[in-house]
Structures are given as structure tokens and as C-alpha cells.
């Protein structure tokens, strides 16, 4: 390994199955913000409800050294029980979903129902002067579509960040 | 398993005692009250008050790391509990097992910014293993079952469980521990057992290597007395140095001529120059810390690190290391000395002796040694003097410090021939830490010798415990290193600083022997070296806890020192060699403890 790979900032997706008790978000996100790591996105929800458990997905970016300091912290806290690395552990799909509020007149809308076609994204709201469109995707999509719209009378996102899960029959 | 109905109060104090606390250092408050009224009630749980709640923590800090047991707190709502966080982040940064019960309002009125509300498990859960907010009183007793376990287990750490005022008074069901006390818990795990094939490569490393150090830390005092002996075991069965790190001191005898001295900023000359220049490091129960490693660019350039850690964050943090083994240092050593013996393994000796004769020719530069006078009591010779006099006495000695010069003159001329004999505060360098530390020592070891050293500056962050100490009759020592300097603060400004000593100069002073007095404790002081061996005689034979005032040397600096971000090699020996590296403008100022 060379000194430069060493420093090389690479951008990982990890998946973290945590108890779902009340401050265990608290705990996650105190330990990226007490020891300085990044969170590009972060989404959260119950999926498990027998179990109680919760699902967080991180996209994080750091060094290799951070990136695996990151895991073994997470891996550190309690409440969590697993943590999983899908940028290297194995194969894995990532989406996001945006909500894109576009308003305008003429020209500008039918170009903005045309992008939307080419990105199958839908209208879920619209009226004399606004659309607002549901967006899915890679997050690389998701930003390429946001851009487009910009010209074209963007007002707000809303974005759930990256959700993601690994390929095959393997649960976490 | 069985279960029973209880209030909250009554399952606190039988979980507690389920769980083998004998004693717990607290200060009762408003929401506390249904708790403390149960604690008035019944015996075999003893409660020592202490007048501030810091106090309590580092007296039971100093009750764990003298026993190895849990230390318990017990502490009020709002201020109670915030007077916690210092001792809590101190026993975080230490690896000391601590459960901390705080009272908080009742749950109907959280988050309402009641009368003493203070969102505890808020502010504490960065600097917790791990805390709780207990809600239903059904819940309690697994809470603070699992409290112990989590404190206890792994690499330990403080655990607080906040607890409002009405779960103290309903009743519910309690369920007594399981075997052992032990607690099968869902996502906490530690990994005590170290991968056999990562130890089959350690040995081969040290079989191979020519100039091979061990590097022991506190993790092997954590790990128990068994750790310890199997550790010594390994040492003198390879014939490899060893060093340790100011939290390991003991886990080696001190007297051993195996043993370099401690290593690190104020380390020994030949400990640090082998750290510099081992071709394989053995890295049992530390964490590379800092202090230790120096500047981490040019820290031990050339040679194979095995790192032995409890705690997987551990590994690759700030250094990056060839073998790393996740386990409990007893388990791995008691796994790596049955290969070793089952492989007939051998060091290479021939090695080893150059390697040694090194070693012995560092030695030579003798780099505790300090110019003794007669006419001034060095801190150094103070030092020696409440040691060996500690030994005439016969009795198994325990020391506690401050933080400060005072607490790495201690570290380098005490000896500890065993471990848990030593408590200091290194992660977090607490002044205010040793004197009520010594407090918690005391209860724990009644029979025992508590030492405490201290620096004047240190010792007015918690002297109202001689309070505390007159009420149990703790008689503690405590020797004040008195050079009226916030002294280790003075050092940096006399070398990095011009000679400026800014808010360093503390000379306006209580009358130390007066104050004891004041408490009706025994007070005591040395002038001048004369004086010194008869005022330390009437400490141990007093059974009065004891204030020493020891007037040292005040312009006294602690040698040897690897200024921060310098390399182990570039340590300075002493005054003359620190004017030549202010000079050559090698060393920069750092970051003060
Ligand atoms: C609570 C706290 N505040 C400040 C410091 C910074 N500090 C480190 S050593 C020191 C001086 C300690 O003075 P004293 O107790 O007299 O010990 P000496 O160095 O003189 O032996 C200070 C202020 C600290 N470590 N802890
Ligand atoms: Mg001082």
C-alpha cells in the first residue's frame, strides 16, 4: 500500500441494526460529531417490530483508518448489534427518494414534465404553477435531477438520504 | 431467577447488594429522598457521604482500581448529577468499572425544566460506557443488573442509570440476577478469547525478533491479578524487557531488572529510546496514546507492533499494527504462553544479549537521577523518603496523585511491586482526582497504607474531603509537594514560554497544617530535608487522617521529557540538554496535560 492510498478520503455506506431505545440516534450521531467523522446521510427506522429493532444507514467518507475506527466505535455502543460495511462486505444497492417542488409557467413546465419523464419521476402534486415530483434512485440520479430543475424554477427538496442493503439471499 | 414485588427504592438496594456492592460513596437530594429512607433502613450496604459529588466518583474510582471491583455512586437530580461528569469522563478515559445511580424528577415532570431537572443521560452519554434512563420500575432491577455487567465486562467503564423519583416509589417486580450475576445481554458482547492463529504469529514474531520490548498498559491491571502474573510469566520467560505505561505500573515488579522503568513523556531515557529502536513491539493491554507514543510520524519507525486490546477501537486508532489481537489480555496470554511452551519456543539470545548490553549502556545516563542538596527538600528525595518509609511499616502501601509534576515524580521513584497499588488520573489528567481517590482506597483497604501525593495546586480542587475522612476515620496521608506553582504548568512557560509565568504562581495559600487542624486532622510539615523523615514518621504512625505540607524545591522541573510532538530519541535529559534544543529550535510548544 502506498502512502497515498493510505490517505486517500473513499466514501463507504454502512448499515448499523441497533435496539430501537429511546437515545440510541442520540449515541450514534454524539459519536460522529464528538470524534469528527462525517456524515454525508443518515436515514433511520424501525424494521423490526417484534424484535424492536432499528436500521441506520450511514454514507460516511474518511480515510481507510477512519472508516474502520468508524465501524469499530459504532460496534462499541451498546445498544447496537451489528455493523456492516456495504461499500466492501460484499455486493450491495443503494437508493434515495426526493421530493422536488419546481414552479413556474410556459415553456418551463413542459420541459420540467419532460426531464421528469426521462428520470420516471412522477408528479405527486401539482398545481396552475408548481409541480412537485417524486424522484428514486441512486443518489447520483437523485442530484443529476435536482440540477436539471434548477433552471427551470426549482423552490425545494426533500431527500430521505441513502438507504441501502446488500445483494443475494443474506440478510443482515 | 425469581421474582418479587418491591418499591423502587427496595429493588435499587437489594440489586445492588445482589450484585456484591458493600459500600457506595453518594450526597442525598430532594428526589432521593424515597432511596435514602430506604438506606436508613436496613443494613449491610454502607453509604459513605462525602461533602462534593466529584469526590464520589474518584473515591469510588479509587475503590475500583484498589479492588477491581465496581465503585457505586449515588448522587441527586440537576447538580448532583452534573458534579458527576469530571469523575465520569475521568473513569471513561481510565477503563474504571463504575455504576452511577442519579436521582432525577419524576417522569411527569421531564422535560418541563423542573426544579433541578438536568438531562443527565444527555449530558453524560458521550463520557458513559453506556447510561440509562429508567421509566418503568418493572424495568429496574434488569437495568441495574445489566449496569454492572456493562461496567464490569469488557473494557470496563463508568455505566449511569438515572432513575426519576417515582420509579423509587412504586412497586414492582424485581428479578434477581442471573448465575454469576452475569447478564445474557442482546448486543453486548465483548470478545474475550484472541484469535489463535493472530497468536501463533505474535510468537513467531518474538521468536524471530532481535530486539523485541514489551510495552504493557493498564489493560493488564484491568484484566485481573491473573493477568498480571501470566504476564510477569511471559516476561521473565523470554528474557525480553519490558516497560509499562503510567496506567500499568505494577502489572510488572517494579524492581525487576527486566523492567526499563515507565516510558513516555516523562518515561525513562533507556525505555523510551527502546521503544524508539525495538524491531518487534508487544503491546499487552495499552492504547498508544499520546503521551506515550510522541510524535506518531516517528514513533518506533522501524519495527513490528503486536497490539493485544479488549477493545477493537483500540486497534489501528492512532497507530497502525502488524498483529493485532482482540481478547482479554489473561485469556491471550494464557493462550500464547501454551503455544509457546508447546512449541518449545526460543528467543534468539544471542540477540538479545547485544540488545540487552544496548539497553544497560542507556541505562548508564541514570535519567531519574537530580541533584540532591541539603539545604532544600527535592521532590524527587521526598519522594524516596515517604517510600522507603512506607516499607519499614510493613503494610501494603497504596498511592494515589494529582495531576502534575508532583505525579510524575512519583510515577518514575515509587516502585510497585504489585498491581492496583497505584491509582492516578492519566487519561484525562484530573487534578482533583487523587486526594478523594485515597479516600475510596481507604474504605476498601482499612488496614492498609493510603498514600496520597499531592501537588498544592491539586489539592484545593477537592480538600474539603478531609471532612469525609475525619467522619470514617480514614486516615489517609496526604503528602502535599508544596512549591507554591501550579508547577507543571510553570515548567512549560520556563521552556516554551520564556520564562513568563502566567497565572502559574500560587503563593497565596491556606496554612496547610492549619487547615488540617481546622478539621480536627492531623497536621504536619518539613521545611527542610532534616525535618522530613520525623514528620513522615508521625504520618504513619498516626492514626489521624494527615495533611503533610512538604516545602519542595520550587523551580524543580521533571526530567527526562520528550516535549510534545518530538520523536522518543530527541528526549531531553535534563536543563542543560533543554537549553540546546530551544536553541536548535527542534522543539515546539505543545498542548499543557
Ligand atoms: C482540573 C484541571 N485543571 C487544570 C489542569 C492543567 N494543569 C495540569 S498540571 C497543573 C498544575 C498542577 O499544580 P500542582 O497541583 O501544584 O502540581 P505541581 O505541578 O506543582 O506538582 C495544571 C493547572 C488540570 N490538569 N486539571
Ligand atoms: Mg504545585
Known amino acids: 500500500m502506498t502512502n497515498n492510498d493510505k490517505d486517500d478520503i473513499l466514501r463507504h455506506t454502512v448499515s448499523v441494526l441497533v435496539d430501537n431505545e429511546s437515545g440510541v440516534l442520540a449515541r450514534v450521531i454524539?459519536?460522529?460529531?464528538?470524534?469528527?467523522?462525517?456524515?454525508?446521510?443518515?436515514?433511520?427506522?424501525?424494521?423490526?417490530?417484534?424484535?424492536?429493532?432499528?436500521?441506520?444507514?450511514?454514507?460516511?467518507?474518511?480515510?481507510?483508518?477512519?472508516?474502520?475506527q468508524i465501524k469499530a466505535q459504532l460496534d462499541r455502543l451498546v445498544p447496537v448489534r451489528k455493523v456492516v460495511d456495504l461499500t466492501i462486505d460484499g455486493p450491495s444497492v443503494e437508493r434515495e427518494m426526493a421530493l422536488v417542488k419546481v414552479a413556474g409557467e410556459g415553456e418551463h413546465r413542459v420541459e420540467a414534465l419532460r426531464i421528469a419523464d426521462i428520470f420516471r419521476a412522477r408528479v405527486i402534486d401539482s398545481s396552475n404553477s408548481s409541480f412537485v415530483f417524486e424522484v428514486f434512485g441512486k443518489a447520483g440520479k437523485v442530484d443529476a435531477f435536482i440540477k436539471l430543475m434548477e433552471p427551470l424554477g426549482l423552490v425545494d427538496v426533500s431527500r430521505t438520504g441513502v438507504v441501502a442493503i446488500s445483494r443475494g439471499a443474506e440478510g443482515l | 431467577m425469581s421474582t418479587k414485588e418491591m418499591t423502587g427504592s427496595e429493588i435499587i438496594i437489594q440489586a445492588l447488594k445482589?450484585?456484591?456492592?458493600?459500600?457506595?460513596?453518594?450526597?442525598?437530594?430532594?428526589?432521593?429522598?424515597?432511596?435514602?429512607?430506604?438506606?436508613?433502613?436496613?443494613?449491610?450496604?454502607?453509604?459513605?457521604?462525602?461533602?462534593?459529588?466529584?469526590?464520589?466518583?474518584?473515591?469510588?474510582?479509587?475503590?475500583?482500581?484498589?479492588?477491581?471491583?465496581?465503585?457505586?455512586?449515588?448522587?441527586?437530580?440537576?447538580?448532583?448529577?452534573?458534579?458527576?461528569?469530571?469523575?465520569?469522563?475521568?473513569?471513561?478515559?481510565?477503563?474504571?468499572?463504575?455504576?452511577?445511580?442519579?436521582?432525577?424528577?419524576?417522569?411527569?415532570?421531564?422535560?418541563?425544566d423542573a426544579f433541578q431537572e438536568a438531562d443527565i443521560t444527555g449530558i453524560t452519554r458521550g463520557c458513559t460506557k453506556h447510561n440509562y434512563l429508567v421509566k418503568d420500575v418493572n424495568d429496574l432491577g434488569r437495568v441495574l443488573h445489566e449496569a454492572y455487567y456493562v461496567a464490569r465486562t469488557g473494557r470496563p467503564g463508568p455505566v449511569l442509570v438515572d432513575i426519576p423519583k417515582d420509579v423509587l416509589l412504586s412497586l414492582g417486580t424485581y428479578q434477581t440476577p442471573g448465575k454469576n450475576s452475569a447478564v445474557e445481554h442482546k448486543s453486548y458482547k465483548p470478545q474475550v478469547k484472541g484469535d489463535t492463529a493472530a497468536i501463533k504469529e505474535a510468537i513467531d514474531l518474538i521468536k524471530k525478533a532481535k530486539k523485541p520490548l514489551f510495552y504493557g498498559g493498564g489493560g493488564i491491571v484491568n484484566s485481573g491479578d491473573a493477568a498480571c502474573t501470566l504476564f510477569t510469566q511471559l516476561v521473565k520467560m523470554t528474557g525480553i524487557p519490558c516497560s509499562l505505561t503510567l496506567m500499568g505500573l505494577g502489572a510488572f515488579p517494579g524492581s525487576d531488572d527486566q523492567f526499563l522503568g515507565m516510558m513516555g513523556m516523562h518515561g525513562t531515557y533507556e525505555a523510551n529510546m527502546a521503544m524508539h529502536d525495538c524491531d518487534v513491539m508487544i503491546n499487552i493491554g495499552a492504547r498508544f496514546d499520546d503521551r506515550v507514543t510522541g510524535a506518531l510520524d516517528k514513533f518506533s519507525p522501524d519495527s513490528k507492533k503486536i497490539h493485544v486490546d479488549i477493545d477493537p477501537?483500540?486497534?489501528?486508532?492512532?497507530?497502525?499494527?502488524?498483529?493485532?489481537?482482540?481478547?482479554?489480555?489473561?485469556?491471550?496470554?494464557?493462550?500464547?504462553?501454551?503455544?509457546?511452551?508447546?512449541?518449545?519456543?526460543?528467543?534468539?539470545?544471542?540477540?538479545?544479549?547485544?540488545?540487552?548490553?544496548?539497553?544497560?549502556?542507556?541505562?548508564?545516563?541514570d535519567s531519574l537521577k537530580y541533584t540532591s542538596s541539603n539545604k532544600v527538600i527535592k521532590p524527587q528525595y521526598a519522594l524516596e523518603r515517604i517510600r522507603d518509609l512506607a516499607l519499614e511499616t510493613g503494610k501494603d502501601t497504596f498511592y494515589t496523585t494529582e495531576v502534575g509534576q508532583h505525579q510524575m515524580w512519583a510515577a518514575q521513584h515509587l516502585c510497585f511491586e504489585k498491581p492496583k497499588r497505584?491509582?492516578?488520573?492519566?487519561?484525562?489528567?484530573?487534578?482533583?482526582?487523587?486526594?478523594?481517590?485515597?479516600?475510596?482506597?481507604?474504605?476498601?483497604?482499612?488496614?492498609?497504607?493510603?498514600?496520597?501525593?499531592?501537588?498544592?495546586?491539586?489539592?484545593?480542587?477537592?480538600?474539603?474531603?478531609?471532612?469525609?475522612?475525619?467522619?470514617?476515620?480514614?486516615?489517609?496521608?496526604?503528602?502535599?509537594?508544596?512549591?507554591?506553582?501550579?508547577?507543571?504548568?510553570?515548567?512549560?512557560?520556563?521552556?516554551?514560554?520564556?520564562?513568563?509565568?502566567?497565572?502559574?504562581?500560587?503563593?497565596?495559600?491556606?496554612?496547610?497544617?492549619?487547615?488540617?487542624?481546622?478539621?480536627?486532622?492531623?497536621?504536619?510539615?518539613?521545611?527542610?530535608?532534616?525535618?522530613?523523615?520525623?514528620?513522615?514518621?508521625?504520618?504513619?504512625?498516626?492514626?489521624?487522617?494527615?495533611?503533610?505540607?512538604?516545602?519542595?524545591?520550587?523551580?524543580?522541573?521533571?526530567?527526562?521529557?520528550?516535549?510534545?510532538?518530538?520523536a522518543h530519541n530527541e528526549i531531553i535529559l535534563g536543563p542543560e540538554d533543554s537549553e540546546s534544543s530551544e536553541n536548535g529550535g527542534s522543539v515546539s510548544s505543545g498542548v499543557l496535560v
Not at chain 2, 447538580?79 to 463504575?98: C, E, I, K, Q, Y
Not at chain 2, 494464557?334 to 544496548?358: F, G, P
Not at chain 2, 491556606?510 to 488540617?516: E, G, M, Q
Request: charged share 20%; aromatic share 8%.
Open chain 2, 18 to 112: 445482589d450484585q456484591g456492592v458493600d459500600v457506595m460513596f453518594g450526597l442525598p437530594g430532594g428526589v432521593l429522598l424515597p432511596l435514602y429512607d430506604a438506606l436508613f433502613k436496613q443494613n449491610g450496604l454502607r453509604h459513605i457521604l462525602v461533602k462534593h459529588e466529584q469526590a464520589a466518583v474518584h473515591a469510588a474510582e479509587g475503590y475500583a482500581r484498589s479492588t477491581g471491583k465496581v465503585g457505586t455512586v449515588l448522587v441527586t437530580s440537576g447538580p448532583g448529577a452534573t458534579n458527576t461528569v469530571t469523575g465520569l469522563v475521568d473513569a471513561m478515559m481510565d477503563s474504571v468499572p463504575l455504576v452511577c445511580l442519579t436521582g432525577q424528577v419524576p417522569s411527569s415532570l421531564i422535560g418541563n
Open chain 1, 30 to 68: 454524539g459519536l460522529f460529531s464528538g470524534r469528527g467523522y462525517n456524515i454525508e446521510s443518515l436515514t433511520v427506522a424501525e424494521t423490526d417490530h417484534v424484535e424492536n429493532l432499528s436500521k441506520i444507514t450511514i454514507v460516511t467518507s474518511g480515510t481507510r483508518q477512519v472508516i474502520e
Open chain 2, 313 to 365: 477501537s483500540s486497534i489501528n486508532k492512532n497507530v497502525v499494527v502488524d498483529v493485532p489481537i482482540i481478547g482479554d489480555v489473561a485469556h491471550v496470554l494464557e493462550e500464547l504462553i501454551k503455544h509457546w511452551k508447546a512449541d518449545q519456543a526460543q528467543v534468539n539470545t544471542k540477540s538479545l544479549d547485544k540488545w540487552w548490553k544496548q539497553i544497560n549502556d542507556w541505562r548508564t545516563k
Open chain 2, 422 to 566: 497505584w491509582m492516578t488520573s492519566g487519561g484525562l489528567g484530573t487534578m482533583g482526582y487523587g486526594f478523594p481517590s485515597a479516600m475510596g482506597v481507604q474504605v476498601a483497604h482499612p488496614d492498609g497504607l493510603v498514600v496520597a501525593i499531592a501537588g498544592d495546586g491539586s489539592f484545593q480542587m477537592n480538600l474539603q474531603e478531609i471532612a469525609t475522612l475525619m467522619a470514617y476515620r480514614l486516615p489517609v496521608k496526604c503528602f502535599i509537594l508544596n512549591n507554591k506553582f501550579l508547577g507543571m504548568v510553570r515548567q512549560w512557560q520556563e521552556m516554551f514560554h520564556g520564562e513568563r509565568y502566567s497565572e502559574s504562581v500560587i503563593e497565596d495559600q491556606p496554612d496547610f497544617v492549619k487547615l488540617a487542624e481546622a478539621y480536627g486532622a492531623l497536621g504536619l510539615r518539613a521545611n527542610n530535608p532534616g525535618e522530613l523523615d520525623d514528620v513522615i514518621k508521625q504520618a504513619y504512625a498516626s492514626d489521624l487522617p494527615t495533611i503533610v505540607d512538604i516545602r519542595t524545591d520550587p523551580e524543580e522541573n521533571v526530567f527526562p521529557m520528550i516535549p510534545s510532538g518530538a
